[in-house]
């Protein structure tokens, strides 16, 4: 008797269900990183567009590259025309 309780008991009973949210959030900036030669590139794409390519020679200070309004070329800048949160907690 106790185990047809349990049963109609778990049939009847709703399941419940998580929300599980999405693990990537689109209004958040995607970073691809890739090796070429001796420099690594860091693409930081906003919904798809490209912003800019932050680019870290093996040897020397690192740049950004900034894509030209129109003609699809690409502007040099020293310093990130981004506005991402940038925090250094320690650096040996």
Do not use: C
């Not at 900036?29 to 912003?51: A, C, M, S, W």
């Amino acid at each position: 008797m106790k185990k047809l309780l349990l049963a109609v008991l778990l049939v009847v009973t709703p399941v419940a269900y998580a929300e599980v949210p999405p693990l990537v959030d689109e209004n958040e900036p995607q970073i691809t990183i890739f090796h070429e030669q001796d420099k690594t590139y860091y693409e930081y794409r906003v919904n798809g567009q490209l912003q800019e390519i932050k680019v870290v020679p093996k040897n020397g200070k690192e740049y950004y590259l900034v894509p030209a309004p129109g003609d699809g070329a690409f502007i040099r800048h020293e310093e990130s025309q981004m506005l991402i949160p940038k925090w250094v907690l320690f650096r040996w």
